[in-house]
């Protein structure tokens, strides 16, 4: 990692901080730091769902389904759960949410089953969240750290783990008791936009590095089966399966984006449900696409590392040795 890449990494977290301060000059009641005054734009909210529901972790992982030994495109069938459980929400859940003035999820649980109740959901939602947040903080610093490491060998790994994790979370938490929710929207739209084209900047790499181009990229992902999406079988040994996805995710998506704090608040910024499900049925369509692109990534990784390709099989003077020797292949 050079000088110029440290100065982009504090200038981004400087710059969100003063980011976060210019729009808590903005707020002027507690509306206005929980929903953003309900004047952000469906679009922005579509793009924040995205980046929210999108983490190192995905960045990392998704690629690597395709790349792995026997991976293929099949994950998407989980998405396509995604999908059926936003069409879900957007019919059941969102209408409610917009029944009175919510400043939070937690209240509609306050009305309907008491303090109690509410109590509990929140606590459980701070815990989980902490935790959650947590994984994708240290796997962020971890990428750092390794980024580092490679460039300085002789650097301290776990020193550079730990000053990643202190650092890049006093700058949100600055930026997020300053900014509010219309601040953590709006960062999170730039967020997508910088980890959208530094996807399409390593699959451009990693195109110009592999003899041949797409193309062979395509025929070697072809030959180990890579391009395969559906599974129809009920084979509950499978990890995925059309059905094991479409339920499953349809599930998953419910709870995360149908009652989770974290992404329900969202929808509450903006004016009328119409729009709020505009927003969650756009971000599921955006999901698609991204993991589409994620796991083409892990196609031309595989093809650019080739890691079971067999150099003699193809050579026939080699295989009639082993034929002679007894090795039928």
Known sequence: ?????LVIIFGYLIGIVLFGTWFGRKQQTTSDYFLGDRSVPWWAIAFSIVATETSTITFIS?????????????????????????????????????????????????????????????????????????IRLLLTAIVLAAVYTSFQPGANAEMIIVASVVLIGVAMIVFTYFGGMEAVIWVEVIQLGIYIVGAIAAAVILIGSIDGGVSAA?????????????????????????????IGGCFLTMSTHGTDQYLVQRYL?????????????????????????????????????????????????????????????
């Not at 998704?62 to 991976?71: C, D, E, K, L």
């Not at 999406?229 to 499978?238: A, C, G, I, R, V």
Request: glycine share 8%.
């Open 62 to 134: 998704v690629p690597g389904i395709a790349f792995a030994r026997g991976g293929n495109f099949q994950f998407l069938q989980l998405v396509f759960g995604y999908l059926l459980g936003r069409i879900v929400i957007s019919l059941l859940f969102i209408p409610s949410y917009f029944r009175g003035e919510l400043l939070t999820v937690y209240q509609l649980l306050d009305r309907r089953f008491g303090g109690k109740i509410k109590m509990l959901a929140a606590s459980l939602f701070v815990v989980m969240r902490n935790i959650a947040d947590g």
């Open 269 to 329: 910024c903006t004016d009328r449900p119409r729009k709020a499900s505009a927003a969650l049925l756009t971000s599921g369509a955006v999901v698609l696409g991204q993991f589409i692109g994620f796991l083409f990534i892990g196609v031309l990784l595989f093809a650019f590392y080739h890691p079971f390709w067999d150099p003699y099989k193809d050579d026939e003077r080699f295989q009639s040795l082993l034929r002679k020797a007894g090795f039928a292949r």
């Open 218 to 246: 395509i025929a070697t992902a072809s030959q180990y089966n890579k391009f395969s999406l559906f599974d129809f079988t009920l084979d509950f040994t499978k990890t995925f399966t059309f059905w094991a996805g479409l």
């Open 1 to 5: 990692m050079k000088a110029l890449d």
